[in-house]
């Protein structure tokens, strides 16, 4: 069932039997200032009991639940990320580890020497985004480090080791058509024969550009 966007008459009704606040001039100020008529200031908003009540009567997006209140999305949003918050708790603790590693009798290590590769191969992504590759989370993570020497030290050196050339096993990131490509695809610059940041493909695109507006400015003098 889709959220409501907007509460009809019936169920505009329904709410005020609920909650209401005993002001008719709601809608020429806001929920900041009193009343310039009544000369007293109203709480808007429900508490979190009540808002509960109705937050499991009417499944509504924050802007419904606003226009009934008279208030701002914000404070309607606040409020509900206390009755149900987006941020839970996970699954993921030492006891939940340890029990399910002592009913299988083993440690399946495979997803972690997975994510491993790609913490190695890819230095440019973050952990977090590689995780979600690997399809594990940091919580589980952390549990096979703590309770595998062979891992954590694996996973040890490749951290130290992520912003160094060596990472890149032999392909590198061309910063203008933003793909990974074979080393050989790019120049060596200077004495020090460092890569470019560009492939040798981008760079001729470049030059050819460059020679094209020279050029037009000997023709054209602009």
């Known amino acids: 069932m889709k959220k409501i966007k907007k509460f009809n008459q019936d169920q505009i009704d329904s709410i005020k039997k609920v909650w209401s606040v005993d002001c008719s001039h709601l809608e020429t100020y806001d929920a900041k200032h009193q009343c310039p008529i009544c000369k007293k200031k109203y709480k808007r908003l429900p508490d979190i009991d009540t808002f509960r009540e109705l937050f499991m009567t009417y499944d509504a997006t924050d802007t419904a639940w606003a226009e009934i209140f008279k208030t701002d999305r914000s404070s309607v949003t606040k409020i509900r990320n206390k009755i149900n918050p ?9 006891k939940r580890f340890e029990n399910e ?10 997803p972690v020497q997975d994510f491993l590769n790609l913490l190695k191969n890819y230095p440019r992504s973050s952990e977090s985004q590689l995780l979600k590759v690997a399809e ?14 062979i891992l954590r030290g694996e996973y040890e050196i490749i951290t130290r080791s992520r912003n160094k050339a060596e990472t890149f096993n032999d392909y590198l ?19 020090d ?21 020279v050029e037009n400015k000997k023709i054209y003098g602009k």
Not at 101 to 110: A, E, G, L, T, V
Not at 196 to 212: D, H, P, R, T, V
């Open 136 to 149: 594990l989370t940091k919580e589980y993570l952390n549990l096979v480090l703590d309770n595998d020497n």
């Open 193 to 213: 024969k460092i890569y470019a940041k560009i492939c040798s493909y981008c760079a001729e695109e470049n030059l050819a550009k460059y020679n094209k507006i």
């Open 101 to 110: 590693n002592n009913f299988y009798k083993y440690q399946d290590k495979k």
């Open 173 to 191: 990131f061309c910063v203008k058509c933003k793909i990974r490509k074979s080393i050989n695809k790019f120049e060596q610059i200077g004495n």
């Open 86 to 94: 987006k941020t839970k708790p996970s699954v993921w603790d030492s």
